[in-house]
């Protein structure tokens, strides 16, 4: 089972504690979820992520009005991570960062979080996938439909860094907001690429 | 704290018990998720309940692909329970169940929840409350503009029954879907009430 966003191994966190002194900064859960938030204090979309979904099997009540969850496991996620309203539209994506320099692990994405994607795409709802190099320092866009037209072409297991640069949208870093994707939703809704 | 959907004091698990004995049936938020996997069967629409929000405080690694939470707390939502596509429009709401005979209690919605249905409401999306009172077999849909209107109007806690009777639209029971809220958001729509 893969391992949900904002959970991490130990040897993982180890890792992000080593990428945080080489100054490559924070996850692109953290800056998507900063981001958001900005887009909601200028009153210009409502996105969230999506609580991580889990399974409770075992809850003690120490005292009339507290409650701890005692044990509880991950279950894998039928949807996406991050979906809400923009302009009207429904927005719909999941976000994934890779250590390779090379291309990105299609495994990343559960098959039914394709059929979730596929679905929004037939109904009229915006869905991408975000994708981080980090090695790189690059942040794509790609579209739901892009993502299709690939996994149809080819039976490989993984999507090389060349597919990204050519078909997918670059995000550009920023202060605020750091990770300003509806500027290429705008495009995308604009009818451009 | 408002206890989150989904899981029960031990009171009120023996309450459902004897509520199903008395073929009272099957709690709202059941009758909502198998509506929700009627309407996907059948391709209509593409709403879900989102996962219970909970802080993981400690997690236990057993072995190499296990991973057990051995302590989290509930946390209060910052959205509503529900969200979704369909017809290429965004759907919000909150549902709730009220044992009253008379009136629903407003502090059963979270004043960030009121905050949030009215950030949908003005960005275009479709936002509402589904209410039943469980003693009175009734389920009404509630559209956001008409609880922002009587929260304006009123300084009372709670909304009387005759409210809902003249002013929301009451979701008759079915057999597939179970509670069609959907029938009622196409009179919405369609412009109807």
Do not use: C, W
Not at 35 to 48: C, F, H, L, S, V
Not at 78 to 92: E, F, M, P, R, V
Not at 135 to 157: D, P, Q, V
Not at 175 to 186: A, G, H, T
């Amino acid at each position: 089972m893969n391992y949900p966003n904002g959970i991490k191994k130990r040897e993982e966190l180890k890792n992000d504690v080593k990428i945080s002194h080489k100054n490559r900064g924070m996850t692109l859960e953290y800056e998507l979820n900063i981001t958001n938030e900005y887009y909601r204090e200028i009153d210009k979309a409502y996105i969230y992520k999506k609580p991580t979904p889990i399974k409770i099997v075992k809850v003690d009540y120490p005292s009339r009005d507290k409650t701890v969850i005692k044990e509880a496991y991950f279950t894998i996620p039928s949807t996406t991570d991050y979906n809400g309203l923009y302009h009207g539209k429904y927005i719909d994506f999941e976000a994934k960062e890779t250590q390779s320099r090379t291309s990105f692990a299609i495994t990343n994405i559960h098959p039914h979080q394709i059929e979730h994607l596929k679905n929004i795409n037939r109904h009229e709802g915006i869905a991408f996938l975000i994708i981080r190099f980090t090695m790189l320092g690059e942040t794509y866009l790609l579209t739901i439909s892009k993502f299709l037209e690939y996994l149809e072409k080819t039976n490989k297991k993984s999507i090389p860094i060349d597919f990204f640069r050519e078909e997918a949208y670059l995000i550009r870093d920023g202060y605020r907001p750091r990770v300003d994707y509806l500027k290429i939703v705008d495009e995308l809704m604009g009818g451009k690429k």
